[in-house]
């Protein structure tokens, strides 16, 4: 997706501004809406509420509220004039925030998501790279995967995990009466048994069962045979578009191995294993995928030392791997 430009983030964000105001005038919405028409215009719009939306998320006011505030108290001014030179400045800090976002987002990442108030105020969280492991109240072991947000509630009837972000893998205590959970949107995955593990994917949610079995429900739908999905030992499913697809068998050629936390390839292009590097390094990869087409790869890696599996990766495929700058690596193919 093309780049937004700074004019026309600064143009939202004065508008933004207009709009949230206590008295915005029929001829300012008219004007924004012919402004809007144009489908950069409305991306920039949706790039400031998303902004705004960090810092409030109870009334997307209350950023312009506390401009209009100050304004009130330094210069007693409610021109139109003078507000647009508030919302000009205001967006000096918005477009940064914005431009450093584009920056640093990757798939399963991205500044705003480690911003939001419902990742930093869970119950349970990793930062990228990190994996954690949680015993619960009755005895079930959560492991956090990297990025991950979590929400716990244990009552006297029900067990049940918000996945906030990420991926989670629940090795779950017995305990007939209390059904155990993990959440997600309008997806729930109930354990029918011992461990399995839900992801929240960029393409969706993807529930692998380890042991036993689980059922993976759509809420608000009837309980029916078409509504959940059983998913035995060993397979698991992929949820999107409120649609859960087959059951297949759990792919062993990559796969994260929880209980060491290790990435476990078997012949898979280096590509795709870099990508999922990604997910786990706290910086950007840098590689050309055309470069590296037709490279294959097998081992065993830590995903808790991205570094360390980086150096292991480049002695097993010929690759140069060079990190000059900070949180900056570059793989390329060795000449």
Known sequence: ?????????????????????????DQDVEEFEVWCATRENARAYQEIEKVWG?????SNKAGSHAVKSILEEQTKVQSRRTQRALATTMSVFVIALIGFNQWVSRPGYSLFAALSPAYLFSDYRTGVGEIRSITLDDGTELTLGTFTAVNVSLDPSSRRIELVRGEVDAAVASDAKRPFTVFHDEVEVTALGTRYSVHDADNGLLVNVTESRVQVCHVGQAQTDSACTS????AGVRVSGGQTGPVIPINR???LDWS??????DDQPVTTVLNEFQRHYPGRLSFNAEELEGIRVSGVF????????????GR????????????????????
């Open 302 to 313: 830590k995903v808790t030392s991205i570094s360390e599996s980086l150096t292991l990766l």
């Open 1 to 25: 997706m093309k780049k937004l430009s700074e004019d026309r983030l600064q143009q939202a964000a004065e508008w933004h501004v207009i709009l949230h105001s206590d008295d915005p005038s």
């Open 231 to 234: 998913v035995n030992e060993g």
């Open 260 to 265: 060491h936390s290790t990435l476990v390839v």
């Open 54 to 58: 960090i810092f409030d998320p109870v």
């Open 253 to 255: 050629d990559l796969y």
């Open 316 to 335: 097993s495929a010929s690759l140069v791997v060079t990190d000059d700058l900070p949180y900056m690596t570059q793989v390329r193919k060795r000449k």
